[in-house]
């Protein structure tokens, strides 16, 4: 067994643990191909970036895996429902910006490790910003800011450039359950081939909000939709605002005892609106930790990470925690015709019947699209753009149109965009059923 | 009656609580009542080696809201604990390594109670065990010495205190957890995926009755009546409609049974804009969940058949409520109803009426069963009907934990025991070869064990593979030791590089691992491991053994 390299010597004693397991190559790496000795030095120039819900427990497991440059990007302010699992921050901090609060503690806990905090969202830079880093940990929120970052590095990576191919580690809780991915922009199944894992979920019909509500549910969310629409009491709805959720959960309650629905509170209110996802600390650690992991070992080599490129090899771990404990590792196959990443173009089955609008509308709920705002084009042809204004009054005539008047048949190529994908170009061909 | 003025906002009625904010996303999984539990409970760690793997635990113990924590930890902090624990910091070198631990991890929640020992040389463990309050659950982490473990077993055995043995060094760990005794749980959270319990095949008089009314002229009904039958209304009207052309009996061959759904799909109406109706597309949909015999599910199986020592009267309260269920089920054929009733289209005023139709009979079966269980119990000591309640509405999904397999399976925590696993696990691995199924985590918790036995940072391959022989002694041919020897080698070998030290990241898992399972045993809901389970931090992967 090699030694871990000479450096001084407090450093030395204080990472003993680290560096005894990170500049060896232990039993599956071959020895041969694994150079321990630069190991820590590569370390400590690396730039990596984390950012979400996740952040606390990210940021404190990178400082203490070896990570010496570390920068965080969250636009969240903190909020007291944070508090039973953010532990960086206390009830002093509610109000104040996540990524300062997080860095400040983190740096001043663990010393030598620079920590840069990012006030903003991870959309409010480019390919220019990102170009820096070597290595990206997320642990967001929402699905869309999952596909953005995905799509930027996706769109940065080049085989010409070893350098401009960031490993992506994106980890997710809801609840007891998990999941950690390591995703190798161009290189694998990356966010987009995986949209499938996360089917959204199914509205509830207008009609049942409307005339035939049964669960509470249908009660608080007709006072949240249609309601608030009609009799505005404040300008814009604040979700995190007790004001406004009180109207809301009064509203739903009086509806609730017109169809003697029971069960409103004012806590599924919350729910219902927000959207709420149950979390814990528990189950943050171990996904956070999970993510962490596949970065010290992409960083040192000391071990075989997930995602490494080849047949059969794992690049996906669901984790789930309510009925004993229970992993699922495994490999998502890269989709040859993934919008992002892939070379062909996606089979869409649509009806020659349907009007340009329908098609358009048909995006926002079909699984392996998942676009609110698209605008298409086809063989050069715009055929409805959502901005600017002056454009979209142009192109607003063909929506009454069917797709069979538009002069588009079996086997067209359409090229969707999205705003919320900026540089992303979704491509469909088209299959009439 | 005082006028509500409708144009201006209502104060804050019912708020939350500045607690209740807090901990929102977790009450939404526990509820109060788990909460309370969490409130009350009184842990111990007692934290040795590297000592980072019981804090990560604690921290997501303190975080939710247990009642109080206590810090058993023999070592002054060094420049080491400082590369790897997150919860001391530079001004802590020299010091009391429990008493930095209890200090920073207290600011996480200060609702939390913490404590700290020893803080004299007299406070060994054994003095900290007789004169605290009593623990709740106590874990300690390796490398425990074992005059401290004997200690601890002491306490558990006599307090029925949960035990929480927890490894964590390089790649790899483990946590076992010892309950005293037999564990039932009752409030399990089954899946949404899991079938409600509509009984279609053996509705009772109320429900026939209601369906009947609804579906008497159900042609001649018109189209929005027709569109929003429910579908359990829908599905009783043909399963009669089945029964009467099939001898009396129900569909029960799955080519019957598909036969049966298209007859519902064939029933619904086309002759609108939708070119079809919701409701039956949901009653064709529940066909094959709901059209099913009723069997008695394993879980409560195992508890019917469970045999005891001693009288009824002396049991908790949850034997007493199976026992009456028992009765219930003997008498009638089933189980009492849970009562619930999924969302499905229909009006407003129907689907409250089917709703209360349920619950009338699930209350009615509950009160029967309280008055069995209260009978068993005596007079001397009073049934809580919530108990009731809850048992009756999750009797289907009530699953026992911590039970020594019966005939040939040796006692748990035996070497044999050991040495059984280990066989079941070598021969899973066979068929898993051939299958390109994952291997078995088995050779990381041995070389673990072997690992502690050995006892010391300089502990190298060989001699942590001839500590994991001696503990499961000589009874292994030359054979099966030839599978394992190389395993276990390439586990060791890679244990062996860390020198006996934790990473932050394994141990900051394995924490979230074991805090969750500790929640689960506190507040006695959701299923807890059964019991021990390993990581694989090379491959990202765990499994759960019974040892």
Partial sequence: MSSPEVLP?????????????????????????????????????????????????????????????????????????????????????????????????????????????????????????????????CGLDSIEARRWINATLVNMASCENPDSMKPLIDG????????????????????????????????????????????????????????????KPFPQLDKDDPEHITWLYQKALERAKEFNISGVTYSLTQGVVKNIIPAIAATNSVIAAACCNEALKIASSCAPFLGTPGEGEPNYMMYSGNDSIYTYTFKHEQKEDCPVCGMTARVLKVNPKWTLEELIESFATLPEAQLKKPSVRAEGKTLYMQLPPNLEEQTRPNLGKTLEQLGLTEGTEIAVTDPAFVGVVFNFSLKFA | MTEIVMDQTPPILQGPSDKERKYDRQLRLWAASGQAALESANILLVNSGAGTVGVETLKNLILPGIGRFVIHDNALVDEADLGVNFFLDD??????????????????????????????????????????????????????????????????????????????????????????????????????????DLRLLSPWPELVEFAKTMTKDID???????????????????????????????????????????????????????????????????????????????????????????????????????????????????????????????????????????????????????????????????????????????????????????????????????????????????????????????PIYLALRGLAHCGNASSDKTQIVEAVKSLLSD???????????????????????????????????????????????????????DNTCVFDGIRSRTQVFHV
């Avoid at chain 1, 990472?15 to 370390?43: I, Q």
């Avoid at chain 1, 570390?70 to 921050?89: A, W």
């Avoid at chain 2, 009467?244 to 598909?258: D, L, V, W």
């Avoid at chain 2, 890679?494 to 990241?505: F, I, K, Q, S, V």
Wanted: proline share 5%; net charge negative.
């Fill in chain 1, 172 to 231: 997710g809780t809801e609840g007891f359950k998990g999941q950690a991915r390591v995703i190798l922009p161009t290189m694998g199944s990356c966010i987009e081939c995986q949209l499938d894992m996360h089917a959204p979920r199914a509205a509830v019909p207008l009609c049942t909000l409307a005339s035939i509500p049964r669960q509470p549910e249908h009660c608080i969310e007709w006072a949240h939709v249609i309601a608030w629409d009609k009799e």
């Fill in chain 2, 91 to 196: 001004s802590c070198h020299g010091k009391p390594r429990a008493q930095c631990l209890a200090s920073l991890l207290g600011e996480l929640n200060p609702e939390v109670d913490g404590d700290w020992s020893p803080k004299t040389k007299n406070d060994s463990l054994g003095s900290l065990l007789k004169k605290s309050p009593l623990f709740t659950a106590i874990m300690y982490t390796y490398p425990i010495n074992h005059v401290e473990l004997e200690s601890l077993e002491q306490y558990s055995k006599e307090h029925k205190t949960p035990l929480i043995a927890i490894h964590s060094t390089g790649f790899y760990s483990y946590f076992t957890i010892r309950l005293p005794g037999i564990f039932p749980i009752v409030d399990t959270h089954p899946d949404e995926t899991a079938t409600t």
């Fill in chain 2, 220 to 442: 001649s009904l018109d189209n929005f009546e027709h569109g929003h039958l429910p579908y359990v209304v829908i599905l009783l009207h043909y399963l009669d409609k089945w029964k009467a052309t099939h001898n009396g009996t129900y569909p029960s061959t799955y080519k019957e049974k598909t036969e049966f759904r298209q007859l519902v799909r064939d029933a619904a109406r086309t002759d609108n804009p939708e070119g079809g109706e919701e409701n039956f597309d949901e009653a064709a949909a529940a066909v094959l969940k709901t059209v099913a015999p009723f069997s008695l599910p394993s879980g409560l199986k195992e508890v019917f058949e469970y045999e005891h020592k001693g009288p009824i009267q002396e049991r908790p309260t949850f034997w007493i409520i199976a026992d009456a269920v028992k009765v219930f089920y003997t008498n009638h054929g089933s189980l009492p109803l849970p009562g619930n009733v999924p969302d499905m289209k229909a009006q407003s005023k129907v689907y409250v009426q089917l709703q209360n139709i349920y619950k009338a009979k699930a209350r009615k079966d509950a009160a029967e069963v309280l008055q069995t269980a209260q009978a068993i119990a005596g007079t001397g000591r009073e049934v809580d009907p919530a108990e009731v309640d809850l048992f009756c509405k999750n009797a289907a999904f009530v699953k026992l934990i911590n039970v020594e397999g019966g005939g040939d399976t040796a006692p748990l925590g035996s070497k044999e025991r050991l040495q059984q696993v280990l066989r079941q696990e070598m021969a899973n691995d066979q068929v898993a070869e051939m299958t390109l199924q994952p291997m078995s985590l088995f």
């Fill in chain 2, 475 to 529: 009874n292994l041919s030359s054979e099966e030791y030839g599978d394992l020897n190389e395993k276990l080698g390439n586990v060791a070998e890679d244990l062996a590089r860390a020198e006996y030290g934790e990473l932050h990241n394994i141990s900051a898992l394995t924490g979230g691992m074991v805090a969750q399972e500790m929640i689960k045993i506190i507040t006695k809901q959701y299923i807890p491991i």
């Fill in chain 1, 9 to 137: 010597d407090s450093e030395a004693k204080r990472w003993k643990y680290l560096n005894n397991v990170r500049t060896r190559p232990g039993a599956f790496v071959d020895p041969e191909e694994f150079d321990g000795s630069t190991v820590v030095e590569n370390m400590d120039k690396i730039k990596i970036f984390g950012a979400g819900g996740l952040g606390c427990e990210i940021l404190k497991n990178l400082a203490l895996s070896g990570f010496k440059d570390i920068s965080v990007i969250d636009m969240d302010t903190i909020d007291i429902s944070n508090l039973n699992r953010q532990f960086l921050f206390r009830h002093a901090d509610v109000g104040k910006f996540k990524a300062e609060v997080a860095a400040k503690f983190v740096e001043r806990r663990v010393k030598g490790v620079k920590i840069t905090p990012y006030n903003c969202k991870i959309q409010d830079f480019d390919e220019d910003f990102y170009q820096q880093f070597q290595i990206v940990v």
